[in-house]
């Protein structure tokens, strides 16, 4: 790990409980505070990104928008729907 540039992890906590996926998180948020490695993440769940230093909304390959989690949120668009939707289904 410490000689990548590039981290990418596609869907890395899908099919993990609650707990392991909170130690991933753990762990990569150790990685990029101790090295310079970009990390990309591509996820569904967007709880297991809101302390992202950047998310990017992608649509159809197309980058739709780009900001912090409360920044998205505050612009109503497609994040902002996903997110209370996602919140809505955690809920019920």
Same mark, same amino acid.
């Given at each position: 790990v410490s000689?990548?540039? %590039?981290?990418?992890? @596609?869907e890395p906590t899908s099919n993990l409980d609650a707990e392991?996926?909170?130690?991933?998180?753990q762990v990569l948020t150790r990685i990029h505070k101790e090295?310079?490695?970009?990390?990309i993440i591509v996820v569904?769940?967007?709880a297991s %990104?809101?302390?992202? @230093?950047q998310i990017?909304?992608?649509n159809q390959g197309t980058v739709e928008?780009?900001?912090e989690h409360a920044e998205l949120?505050?612009?109503?668009?497609?994040y902002s729907k996903a997110w209370k939707m996602q919140n809505l289904s955690n809920h019920l």
């Open positions: 000689k990548a540039e %590039i981290l990418i992890f @596609d392991s996926e909170e130690l991933f998180k090295t310079n490695i970009t990390i569904h769940r967007l %990104i809101i302390n992202a @230093d990017v909304v992608l928008d780009i900001g949120l505050k612009k109503k668009g497609w």
